[in-house]
């Protein structure tokens, strides 16, 4: 009997090994195609990257050479391939949408959302936003989606600080 139960759990080993190699390489596979989508809408745009970041399915980049911002995310029928002229941009802040719900003896804040909004010169042009974190297509558990966007926001507006000073 013990014999079988050493079987069992060399069995269960293979399996948790294969899912993990698998699962990994899958996500390596998902985010060097990200990469090379970022790659080539940089080319598109003759710039060259001064930073760049990945996070949940995404990766954001700045060209601070060209003054431009490039956004890539994965998420199903909903991909975004955006690129934004910093240069047509007054500002940029982060923008969390979150329920919240009561329970008997609390409540409890769940965030559905985490965008950068990065606010037009123009007034009357609709403020661009780059969708960080969404619970309907990236889950219910946030990794560093928060900390990336705040980071992201003090890149932006920092870089268009940079450009006013220019001006």
């Keep these: 009997m013990s014999s079988f139960f050493i079987l069992g759990l060399a069995l269960a080993a293979i399996v948790i090994i294969l899912i993990v190699t698998l699962g990994g390489s899958k ?3 998902e985010k060097k195609e ?3 989508t970022l790659n080539e809408l940089v080319q598109k745009e003759n710039s060259v ?3 760049k970041e990945y996070c949940n399915k995404a990766f954001i980049a700045i060209s601070k050479e060209s003054n431009k911002l490039f956004f890539v995310k994965k998420a ?3 991909d975004s391939q955006i690129v934004v002229d910093l240069k047509e941009i007054k500002r940029s802040k982060v923008s969390v949408v979150s329920k919240t719900f009561e329970r008997k003896s609390d409540s409890q804040k769940i965030i559905e959302k985490i965008m950068l909004q990065l606010e037009a010169n123009k007034s009357n042009t609709p403020p661009i936003e780059l969708c960080i974190y969404d619970s309907e297509i990236d889950g219910l558990i946030l990794a560093d989606e928060l900390q990336m966007a705040e980071e992201w926001d003090t890149v932006i507006n920092e870089q268009i600080r940079d450009n006013m000073l220019k001006a």
């Design 76 to 78: 199903g029928a909903a």
């Design 49 to 51: 990257i001064t930073k």
């Design 27 to 29: 996500k390596k596979k």
């Design 34 to 36: 990200l990469l090379k």
